[in-house]
């Protein structure tokens, strides 16, 4: 008889007391040619973030030119003075770097990771890239065309076509928020190196830009390591640029943007409401979560979950511009798709949905679901330096004070069920959304007219 063996069971772990969290802060200082800096030491975080925010925002591209700043972003690792696009490319490879840089409505972001003990090399190709940039004819007439090649794929997904027809229902046509935020294909077609170099010269300098470091950054002298990078970078100093404040009309109406056939239609619903420099904002971002921030949200639960309309609808708030004197802005936003033949009857469950929070309010428990989603994962959203330093710099483009994030944090914990039910109902009011379809017109337009929530335009999807 074989003699069974016998299994020694260890005693199951146990959490731990959970240690406190909060936002990090950054060092503030600068350069001697002006450029802010704001660092952050993370231990253990060997692949450093840097974040360079430059004051060209898409409101000072001259008339005609819209998509001149993401041509310019893109040049930027295109060549400088002392390599070739393709040696530049190269250089970066070998330091294990990645940079990329973008342009949206309040400016031109170049982003760099690199390994630590690769940071000086790294920082000084981008040193390169903002003192010196080739802007050579070539290289910008290749970006051209290869901007000019996005533009139809982007017509074609129906969730662009919906943020394209809704930012210009909601803006006035000559404020450049009306248009693409990388132009459209007549005014990228007449961009040239001149446009572009003339654009940097203009609006690019280090007095108007900021710098911001995240990572480990034990044994790096990273003033001696900026000063010979970024402090080599020099420009004149320039007047702060006023910004124009932020105007739309939210009144309430429906265009459908018309794809005969399409099997599904593309939801996009929204209006401008307040930015982070309202105190309503956390509520705000409170409210707006118990709404559609999520799977257990209230949208999902009724047009996913009840009415299988959907694999998911988001309600969201995205900062447009942001200024201390109260003239920036935010998105609020809806968004999805549903089958084509449902669009009439989700639209309806959807302003029901609305109805029904502003009469009933949340409850405490999605109050403190959403909470605790919010809050309680932000330790794991900003563990990387990557995640640390786009929201430091997010904090830069929008004037926001260094303690920012680590304040909201703490007001999302203490806001209440009332106040967060009350700024989502005013961020939503059923009266006062643009409403865009993407979908078959012939289909979709007479069940949406019936529900009357505004007047119904057709638009062709060209």
């Not at 770097?97 to 940071?119: C, I, K, N």
């Not at 405490?364 to 929201?391: C, F, I, M, W």
Request: with cysteine; net charge negative; proline share 6%.
């Amino acid at each position: 008889m074989t003699e069974l063996a016998t299994m020694e069971f260890h005693a199951q772990p146990q959490a731990g007391e959970p240690k406190p969290w909060a936002f990090p802060a950054p060092e503030r200082g600068s350069l001697d040619n002006g450029l802010t800096v704001l660092r952050c030491h993370r231990p253990g975080q060997q692949v450093v973030a840097v974040e360079v925010d430059l004051d060209a925002p898409l409101d000072a591209e001259p008339a005609g030119l819209d998509g001149l700043a993401t041509i310019m972003a893109r040049a930027f690792s295109e060549g400088t003075d002392k390599h070739s696009a393709e040696e530049f490319a190269a250089e970066l490879e070998r330091c294990g770097a990645t940079l990329d840089a973008h342009a949206d409505h309040p400016g031109v972001r170049l982003s760099l990771e690199v390994p630590v003990s690769r940071l000086a090399k790294a920082l000084g190709l981008v040193a390169d890239a903002l003192r010196a940039p080739a802007f050579a004819d070539g290289e910008i007439e290749r970006l051209v065309r290869n901007r000019l090649d996005e533009i139809p794929h982007e017509l074609a997904n129906p969730a662009r076509r919906a943020a394209k027809e809704l930012y210009k229902e909601l803006f006035p046509a000559d404020t450049r928020m009306s248009r693409p935020r990388q132009g459209t294909e007549g005014t990228v077609a007449t961009i040239d190196s001149a446009a572009v170099r003339a654009f940097y010269e203009k609006h690019v300098r280090p007095a108007t830009a900021t710098a911001v470091v995240v990572g480990d950054l034990t044994g790096v002298d990273l003033d001696a390591l900026l000063g010979d990078t970024l402090g080599a970078w020099t420009g004149s100093a320039a007047e702060p640029r006023p910004v124009p404040p932020v105007t739309a009309d939210d009144s309430g109406r429906v265009v459908i943007v018309d794809r005969p056939g399409a099997v599904q239609t593309q939801l996009l619903i929204g209006r401008t409401g307040s930015d982070r420099h309202d105190r309503v904002w956390p509520a705000q971002v409170l409210g707006t979560y118990c709404l559609g921030g999520t799977l257990t949200s209230r949208l999902d639960r009724v047009l996913r979950e009840e009415k299988g309309y959907t694999y998911g609808v988001r309600a969201f708030g995205q900062v447009l511009r942001s200024a201390p004197d109260g003239t920036g802005a935010a998105m609020l936003a809806i968004s999805g798709s549903v089958d084509t033949p449902n669009t009439g009857p989700a639209l309806d469950d959807l302003w029901t949905v609305l109805r029904k929070l502003a009469a009933e309010g949340l409850t405490d428990a999605e109050r403190d679901v959403a909470v605790q989603n919010l809050v309680g994962v932000a330790p794991l959203k900003y563990e990387t330096a990557a995640a640390v330093a786009s929201t430091l710099a997010d904090q830069v483009e929008q004037h926001l004070p260094d303690d920012y994030q680590a304040t909201l944090y703490r007001q999302l914990a203490a806001t209440g069920t009332v106040e967060a039910t009350a700024a989502v109902v005013n961020a939503f009011p059923v009266d006062r959304l643009v409403t865009v379809l993407v979908g078959d017109a012939a289909q979709i337009k007479e069940p949406v007219q019936a529900l009357g929530i505004g007047e119904v335009t057709v638009v062709s999807a060209e």
